[in-house]
């Protein structure tokens, strides 16, 4: 006879987001007129040398992706969370569309509402966000929109160049997991790591 360990109770629940966890991503594209805007995102995940990004349908990230092609994934530190939030409230395109208005307004200067800076990037247009200690400049692989009612664009980008903050670097090939923690958003809150439990057998320090 089968045995089943006891468990703690569940219940069905249906949460308005599925944001369990995931790291919080400050996506610059490039602008029409060669400026660069920044987009908030916190659906983004890594396999390999590609990155997979989500956006919602009308956001003008997307809409600066899908013309040019290229962004920058730059990834905050928990000190940033409060800069993370400025942003929010805001977005690109002029004009706001309808099913926006009554939440985001325009801001054409995302740095400077934020308190950013930005910085040239090496091999893509749009700017990297100086104070993310991780800014990975990327280019536009494919980009499919799924979902019904609500859509989203499901994006996958190539990493071409990866800058590191040199207090996280240990060195030329490994971040240190140990000091570097990224700002998580969980279900809506902010959150940075917490202490270091251990290591998967394939850690190579």
Known sequence: MKRFMASMPTRIVHPKILY???????????????????????SAWALGNRIVLGLGEGGHGLANLRQRGECVVNVPGPDLWERVEALAPFTGANPVPDFKKSVFHHEKDKFGIAGLTAAPSHHVRPCRIVECPLQVEAQLVDLRMSGEGTRFGIIEVEA?????H??????DSH?????????IYNFRHYFGLGAHL???FRAEF
Do not use: Y
Request: hydrophobic share 35%; no cysteine; charged share 20%.
């Open 160 to 164: 071409i160049t990866v800058h590191a």
């Open 20 to 42: 369990f966890g995931t790291p919080v991503v400050l996506l610059t594209t490039l602008n029409r007129d060669d400026t660069s805007n920044i987009t908030p995102m916190s």
């Open 166 to 171: 040199e207090d996280i670097v240990r060195d």
């Open 198 to 200: 251990g290591k998967t």
């Open 175 to 183: 971040i240190d997991p140990t000091v570097w923690s990224p700002l």
